[in-house]
């Protein structure tokens, strides 16, 4: 009975050593998923292989069981559990439905981003990582806009990797995170970093202004600028926001004439869009959205199965229907869930945003920043299904998971890499 404790004990102290290795390596991992995530899809879909091998070992039942169990951590699991109920009454093949729910796995991986992170995550890591990343980006864009010399031109003009609407999207998450970081930064007397920190905000906004626009991304901005006043100074702030983003936005009207044709584009497709004439990029998201509320209309309830998009919009077209007008996405996340999973799916999904606005409802910067990624995700749902996407679900999936976490822990991201050095 000795010798059978003895070796017991050293199988325990063993997988305890393993596990301890283990956790600054997955903690490494999300951070390079981060710092890949503006740059790679392959690198960004690879990493996260390797940090779900490193960090499963590291993880207790009981703390994964009670992030299931929580708000945050179960309604995303729940919003996939019904999307793979939904492939049950689906009429299209089984590989379709499959094709479907994989648009669902990664909310599964909230609850385990939660668990890690709320038991001491080096959240500071994927942050200043992803910062790093977004940086490299930025310089590589006005590289390419400032030398037309260089042969690697990328997809887009400026946009040296993936597309304008993502890379617009990311500077505008980092360009009002650093002004969440600089305010704290001026609070503390540290005046220099503080206005490093602003310049910078003033860069990605620039490029987002001259360089790569994305009409959602302006909604977006405007929407977090007056959230930001509220947030930080109450309704005189949100005033003051309105007032100082105002400014900006007609500085940047007189100064730049691509913006100027990008917005005024988007209001004359709007004035001419009718059954006709769809074939503009306004044109063909209405269409999405009339043609998809038919749907609705024709299962409201749970909807017409994981995968159906498509098929739907397949059988709906006509000899006259332009093929551009026959998608697999309505551009809308709200409708993308309910086509395939009625009201019972969309009060899911509204309620799981509910629950990540409500974690990210304190007073901390990374509060701020968690409150940013679900803000930026919610309002381009209206125009995207960017839930779905990869960059941008990603995207969500790490902000929760990795602000959420720490927020949990009641630590602020300082204050924790401080505990570690």
């Known amino acids: 009975m000795t010798a059978m404790s003895e070796r017991s004990l050293e199988t325990g102290a063993s997988k305890g050593d393993v596990r301890a290795r283990l956790i600054p390596v997955a903690d490494g991992l999300v951070a390079a998923v981060a710092v890949s995530l503006p740059w790679s899809t392959s690198a960004t879909g690879i990493l996260i ?3 779900l091998i490193a960090l499963v070992p590291t993880l207790d039942g009981a703390s994964v069981r009670r992030q299931v169990l929580s708000m945050a951590g179960g309604l995303p699991v729940l919003l996939w559990a019904l999307g793979a109920i939904g492939m049950l009454w689906a009429d ?3 590989s379709e439905r499959i094709a479907g729910l994989s648009a669902f796995h990664k909310l599964l991986l909230v609850p385990l981003l ?3 992170f709320r038991r001491g995550g080096r959240a500071q890591w994927a942050i200043v990582g992803f910062l790093a990343a977004s940086i490299a980006l930025l310089v590589a864009s006005w590289a390419l806009v400032l030398t037309p010399g260089l ?3 990328g997809k887009d003009w400026g946009v040296p990797v993936k597309n304008y609407i993502l890379q617009s999207e990311i500077f505008a998450i980092c360009a009002i995170g650093l002004i969440g970081q600089a305010l704290e930064l001026g609070g503390t007397h540290r005046r220099l970093l503080a206005l490093l920190a602003v310049v910078a905000a ?5 490029n987002i202004g001259y360089v790569a626009t994305s009409r959602t991304t302006l909604v977006v901005m405007a929407v977090l600028i007056l959230l930001f006043g509220l947030r930080q100074f109450g309704w005189k702030g949100a005033l003051a926001a309105a007032v100082l983003g ?3 936005a007609s500085i940047l ?3 730049s004439p691509y913006l100027r044709l990008r917005v005024s ?3 004359e497709n709007m004035k001419t869009y009718d059954a006709s004439n769809v074939n503009t990029p306004v044109g063909l998201r209405f269409e999405y959205w009339r043609q998809s509320l038919g749907f609705v209309a024709e299962a409201p309830v749970i909807g017409h199965g994981t995968g159906s998009i498509a098929k739907l919009f397949q059988r709906a077209a006509t000899p006259e229907t332009i093929p551009a007008a026959i998608a697999d996405n309505p551009h809308n996340q709200i409708l993308t869930v309910a086509v395939q999973l009625g009201v019972i799916g969309v009060l899911v999904l509204l309620a799981m945003w509910v629950a990540h606005l409500a974690l990210f409802r304190g007073s901390t910067l990374v509060a701020w920043f968690g409150l940013v990624i679900v803000i930026d995700n919610i309002v381009s749902s209206f125009f995207n299904s960017h839930l779905f996407d990869f960059t941008q679900g990603w995207l969500y999936v790490l902000g929760v998971g990795i602000m959420g976490g720490v927020v949990q822990r009641g630590a602020p991201v300082a204050a924790n890499a401080e505990s570690r050095t």
């Open 49 to 51: 292989v390797l940090w």
């Open 114 to 116: 939660l668990a890690q």
């Open 253 to 255: 009207w007189v100064s």
């Open 246 to 248: 105002g400014a900006l």
């Open 151 to 153: 042969e690697w031109r």
């Open 202 to 206: 003033a860069i990605f906004v620039a």
């Open 265 to 267: 584009d988007a209001i």
């Open 92 to 94: 299209v093949s089984w």
